[in-house]
């Protein structure tokens, strides 16, 4: 079970940090990835990072976050999160964490097996 939150309603240039607790998972043993899905929109790839601790974990990240979003496990925590900084309005939507048990860490929802409930993030002044 994945359980999402930290989202609220944030003004432009603000920043948020989402966290994804696994409980019947061990999040290093997984990849982990982070989805969004805006109103009215198909749910898309916002950032994922494969299995693996350290040097041994790599990330990935949708061109319209590259440098604005950062992906991040804490293993003891078992507990993902995505810190989000410099955010436009464009970045309101749902945000869902999900698990692959394949641990690659790709960009496609149906790769993953196992998804949160979502949290609302939204960015309006």
């Known amino acids: 079970q994945l359980q999402a939150s930290g989202g609220g309603l944030v003004q432009p240039g603000g920043s948020v940090r989402l966290s994804c607790v696994a409980s019947g998972l061990t999040v290093s043993k997984h990849a982990m990835g982070w989805f969004r899905q805006a109103p009215g929109k198909e749910r898309e790839f916002v950032a994922a990072m494969s299995w693996g601790d350290g040097r041994t974990a790599y990330a990935n990240y949708a061109n319209s976050v590259k440098g604005r979003f950062t992906i991040s496990r804490d293993s003891a925590k078992n507990t993902v999160y995505l810190q989000m900084l410099s955010l436009k309005p464009e970045d309101t939507a749902v945000y869902y964490c999900?698990?692959?048990?394949?641990?690659?860490?790709?960009?496609?929802?149906?790769?993953?097996?196992?998804w949160g409930q979502g949290t609302l993030v939204t960015v309006s002044s």
């Open positions: 999900a698990s692959d048990y394949r641990g690659l860490g790709t960009t496609v929802p149906g790769d993953y097996d196992y």
